[in-house]
């Protein structure tokens, strides 16, 4: 009897565990790129006879092109992301993979003068790019282009773009008047729009993109900083966060720009008290909540979302809040 | 007779002759004078780098690079066939292959492995369908082997397979149960994995809309979101409730805000919004009418503390359910005997728990503090109530944070007090100086002890360490002689180029000591050299183009090390992001550091009935769970076992008589990255 009172609940518990369970005792994340053709290694490996571990030892003689692979193979991994939606990506060592590109290639050339010279102005070339250093990038695909070698076409192409995109970032901003400056950043933005359009589904792109939505934040910064000066200032940067909000809603910024939102009614709620003791008479609660209330909704939002780090930010943000609308609740009653 | 004349002298004079590199000069033409190894260099003659010129695997890698730019992966992959078959055909020859051939074909593979390592969830959301959706079900699949994993091993650690199969079956144990039965009744809300594959779900959904698996998605995702809706709902609504029932209407009305916010619709919360205006009108009222004592929230923190405490004493979490299930078991099971060993168990658990409090702080003090600092906040200086100044020095002191203690005792009038917690301040601030790994900070606390502890016992123990600190040759990124033997490219031709004869170990043509050298800030090495009297440090300039050369090697070098070992302490210092002022040592060194911590971590209880001690050894050694104590059987020695291909493992006791052999689902080991993203 007792035997199968042992028993039975092992059963019990073999079938609920061992259904679909992976049994490792180390859980391993799976292959993420996991894709029929060129991206299953294996199948590569069953293509080239002869195919070694990456372990196999490597051969001085040869220290030059492994050295040239690692970071070209590094590099490469970063090559087709979204950067508008993912922030840049990390290396090994946790640095932004174009930064520390260019230190590995400078390293490589001072190690191995005058090996793989047009290869390295291309890789440098793109990582600038990525940097959004686009007199730089020029610079570098001019190497190429003069060369002749077989990236010179590529190169070529990427001077064409890389020009425009960096005429377009020179271009003079008109400073005489706060609408003047804003209509010349309308206009810029449109200019960004179009090279969106002309280069879709590429890396430029993204680029573009980022560029305009970088005017659209300046735009929300001149606001902010002029608002006393400008008639219904605060409005204006209502309406501008909102435009911002609207328009980049898969920009990796987003977060930061709901929290930045909120910073701004928060700040408005502090003027508001500043402006009228809410001990006095003209204090009036509901003008003060309301406003109070729009930084808690903005702060709430992203403390809600799961998985983004301005979360921790925003919970912080929201009990700071608190106390404070606490504080100035008391002291108006 | 002139011989042994000759030989006197020569001792008398070796005897007479003071030792001139102990001497300290603080006139530098002397130090200059006196210098020691006054023309010794310890580089060796700068080389030119190798001239690179291609041959045919050069031009096959070129290639590949160039394909792999243009985004034409079959012609990296052709590449990497043809070195390939040069490889076979160099092996065959008895000759060394090029190595190069999996570089390649990384080239149009790109493994996940970098990003994976640095933010696995940012390359999961980039990933492919199949990626992000494998990734949520295997998160789901986690958090539901842990659920049941964990309800499933109390029962199994009643049960003793071990008597069972020696056939000596023993009656189940309700020990285990303490606990379980509160975390039964749980709820439903999403744990933090499940709320991560919602993560992963939603951006599925976003990303592929057209995918013919949106439907069976969108189903998951709505009943995660309802779980996770109305968990915060609840949660909201709870702290909203708790808040109105301290009094704290304002917190109140700003959580059932936030409770709206989660659902609109929530009658509760707008029940409780008007809830809270009425008694904010009450409030009103009665503060209109009843004077408060300003200490009443002092004393009433001090009530809810003695409280805790007393809650902490007794045993289990939801103490009267599980304790009453427990108990009711052991009666049933064995009778009166069964409650006269559960009395006993229970007595033995409060006694640790009196212990702990007698030398620790287990039940926080923070309410108290908080308190005081309010009333300390609110009342005048010369209307407060003195006493205040002692519970929060004594509050203080329990929760460690002596140097607050010590001016709440000055300010109650008790100087003698403060003299002891001096000590004891002192004591950490030395204890945390000589575990600083950066010198800035070891200073900063140096010198906080001897500028605000002066006359204590640390203080004078720390006054000789803080002026060895500021000696120029200490000030910057050291490198024991070890570590530099581990990484010999660093001080070989292509780094440092220091001679070789520093490291042969022979003191006769200049030897470097253990402690190695420094790299100074100013493009200079201090080397601490061996000499007769102990380690010399000697500074060298270095040229220009050996220190960019060093720079280059440890930058290479950092970077291998988080590739290889996933430890990226040597990049992060050598990309300044972490200050250079550490000493950097061999893994043998720091091996012989830390070898106390490689013992397992034990904890457990020593009571008038048993003893009872479980740890886990080193990773090094497997991990796995060793204990060993006494029960109400016998005395025993215990040894978790895991078993290949089944996920379960065993929990092994020898003992006297039949050994005990416990099954235990084996759970989840990881948990989830950034989990406070997720609650």
Do not use: C
């Given at each position: 009897m007792k035997r199968t009172a042992v028993v039975f609940p092992l059963l019990l518990c073999f079938v609920f565990v061992l259904s679909g369970c992976p049994t490792e005792r180390v859980l391993r994340g799976g292959d993420l790129n996991a894709s029929p053709s060129l991206s299953d290694p294996p199948a590569i490996a069953k293509v080239i006879p002869g195919l070694r571990d990456k372990e196999a030892q490597s051969n001085p003689q040869y220290i030059t092109e492994e050295d040239l692979l690692k970071v070209v193979n590094e590099f490469q991994r970063a090559a087709t992301k979204d950067t508008y939606r993912f922030p840049i990506p990390k290396d090994v060592t946790g640095a932004n993979v174009y930064k520390a590109t260019l230190t590995r290639l400078q390293d490589y050339e001072a190690k191995h003068p005058g090996a793989y010279s047009e290869i390295l102005a291309f890789t440098r070339g793109r990582a600038y790019e990525g940097l959004r250093e686009y007199d730089k990038a020029l610079a570098q695909y001019q190497i190429v282009s003069q060369s002749k070698h077989e990236l010179k076409t590529e190169a070529a192409k990427a001077l064409d773009v890389l020009t425009r995109f960096r005429d377009l970032?020179?271009?003079?901003?008109?400073?005489?008047?706060?609408?003047?400056?804003?209509?010349?950043?309308?206009q810029l933005i449109t200019g960004w729009q179009d090279l969106q359009k002309q280069y879709p589904n590429t890396t430029y792109e993204g680029l573009a993109r980022e560029e305009e939505e970088r005017l659209d934040q300046a735009k929300v910064m001149f606001l902010l900083i002029n608002r006393h000066r400008i008639e219904d200032g605060n409005e204006s940067v209502v309406v501008a966060y909102n435009q911002l909000l609207g328009k980049h809603r898969d920009s990796k910024n987003y977060y930061r720009y709901q929290v930045e939102f909120g910073d701004f009614y928060f700040a408005l709620a502090q003027e508001y008290v500043a402006q009228n003791d809410p001990q006095s008479l003209q204090f009036d609660t509901s003008t003060f909540e309301a406003v109070g209330r729009s930084a808690l909704r903005l702060y709430a939002q992203v403390a809600q979302e799961d998985g983004i780090i301005e979360k921790l930010e925003a919970k912080g943000k929201l009990e700071a809040l608190e106390a404070y609308m606490a504080k100035v609740g008391k002291l108006s009653r | 007779m002139n011989r042994n004349r000759v030989l006197l002298s020569v001792l008398l004079f070796v005897m007479l002759a003071s030792p001139v590199s102990a001497q300290d000069f603080s006139d530098r033409l002397m130090q200059k004078l006196n210098d020691f190894l006054p023309t010794y260099t310890p580089f060796i003659p700068l080389e030119s780098p190798d001239r690179y010129f291609p041959d045919e695997v050069g031009k096959k890698v070129g290639d590949a690079i160039v394909h792999a730019y243009l985004q034409n992966p079959a012609g990296v992959e052709q590449r990497a066939r043809e070195l390939a078959e040069h490889d076979t055909k160099l092996v065959t020859k008895g000759e060394q292959s090029t190595g190069l051939t999996s570089y390649l074909v990384a080239l149009v593979t790109q493994p996940p492995t970098a990003e994976v390592a640095t933010d696995p969830d940012l390359a999961?959301?980039?990933?492919?369908?199949?990626?992000?959706?494998?990734?949520?079900?295997?998160?789901?699949?986690?958090?539901?082997?842990?659920?049941?994993?964990?309800?499933?091993?109390?029962?199994?650690?009643?049960?003793?397979?071990?008597?069972?199969?020696?056939?000596?079956?023993?009656?189940?144990?309700?020990?285990?149960?303490?606990?379980?039965?509160?975390?039964?009744e749980g709820g439903n809300d999403p744990a933090p994995r499940e709320r991560k594959a919602l993560v992963f779900y939603r951006e599925f959904l976003r990303r592929f809309p057209d995918d013919s698996r949106v439907p069976g998605i969108t189903q998951k995702t709505r009943d995660l979101d309802t779980r996770r809706t109305q968990a915060m709902l609840t949660a909201e609504l709870n702290r909203a409730e708790k808040a109105l029932q301290e009094h704290d209407y304002w917190g109140a009305n700003f959580h059932y805000h936030l409770a709206l916010m989660v659902d609109e619709s929530s009658s509760k919360a707008r029940a409780g919004l008007e809830q809270v205006a009425a008694r904010l009108q009450q409030k009103d009222e009665l503060e209109?009418?009843?004077?408060?004592?300003p200490l009443a929230e002092v004393k009433q923190a001090q009530w809810e503390h003695g409280k805790q405490t007393f809650q902490y004493l007794l045993p289990g979490s939801g103490f009267v359910k599980d304790n009453f299930v427990v108990a009711g078991t052991q009666i049933a099971?064995?009778?009166?005997?069964g409650a006269a060993t559960f009395g006993a168990l229970t007595m033995v658990q409060t006694i640790a728990k009196v212990f702990r409090l007698a030398t620790g702080n287990p039940v926080p003090q923070q309410q108290v503090i908080t308190a005081g600092e309010q009333y300390v906040h609110d009342t005048p200086p010369d209307k407060r109530n003195p006493e205040v100044y002692e519970t929060l020095a004594e509050a203080y002191e329990k929760e460690g944070r002596l140097d607050?203690?010590?001016?709440?005792?000055?300010?109650?009038?008790?100087?003698?007090?403060?003299?002891?917690?001096?000590?004891?301040?002192?004591?950490?601030?030395?204890?945390?100086?000589?575990?600083?790994?950066?010198?800035?900070?070891?200073?900063?606390?140096?010198?906080?002890?001897?500028?605000?502890?002066?006359?204590?016992?640390?203080?004078?123990?720390?006054?000789?360490l803080l002026r060895e600190l500021h000696l120029p040759a200490n000030r910057g990124l050291r490198l024991t002689k070890a570590f530099l033997r581990e990484h010999e490219e660093l001080t070989g031709p292509r780094g440092l180029g220091l001679k070789s004869e520093l490291f042969d170990g022979d003191k006769d043509n200049v030897e470097l000591a253990d402690e190695g050298l420094t790299l100074l800030g100013s493009g200079e090495v201090a080397l601490q050299l061996q000499t007769d009297h102990g380690p010399r440090a000697k500074i060298y300039a270095i040229p220009n183009e050996r220190w960019e050369q060093f720079w280059r090697q440890f930058r290479e070098k950092g970077y291998e090390q988080a590739a290889k070992q996933g430890d990226p302490g040597l990049a992060l210092l050598a990309q300044g992001a972490e200050a250079a002022d550490r000493t950097l040592k061999s893994q043998r060194e720091k091996n012989d550091d830390s070898g106390w911590r490689m013992l397992p971590y034990l904890s457990g209880s020593v009571g008038g009935s048993g003893v009872d001690f479980r740890g886990t050894l080193p990773k090094e050694f497997a991990g796995t769970r060793l204990s060993f104590g006494s029960d109400q059987r016998s005395t025993y020695v215990g040894m978790e076992i895991p078993v290949p291909f089944i996920p379960v493992d065993f929990l092994f006791l020898g003992r006297n008589g039949f050994p005990s052999l416990y099954p235990r689902i084996r759970l989840p080991e990881q948990n989830v990255k950034d989990e406070k993203l997720y609650q």
């Open positions: 970032k020179q271009k003079p901003l008109a400073t005489s008047t706060p609408l003047d400056y804003l209509k010349s950043l309308d | 999961t959301l980039s990933a492919s369908p199949d990626a992000l959706l494998q990734r949520a079900d295997q998160l789901l699949a986690e958090e539901k082997r842990e659920r049941i994993g964990r309800r499933f091993n109390w029962i199994l650690s009643t049960f003793d397979v071990g008597s069972l199969l020696f056939g000596a079956p023993r009656a189940p144990t309700p020990y285990g149960a303490q606990g379980i039965v509160s975390e039964w209109t009418t009843t004077p408060n004592d099971t064995e009778g009166l005997a607050k203690a010590i001016s709440y005792y000055k300010l109650a009038g008790k100087g003698d007090t403060h003299a002891h917690l001096q000590e004891h301040a002192g004591e950490a601030l030395l204890k945390m100086a000589k575990q600083s790994e950066h010198q800035e900070q070891k200073e900063n606390y140096l010198r906080t002890l001897v500028e605000q502890y002066p006359a204590t016992k640390a203080a004078r123990e720390a006054a000789p």
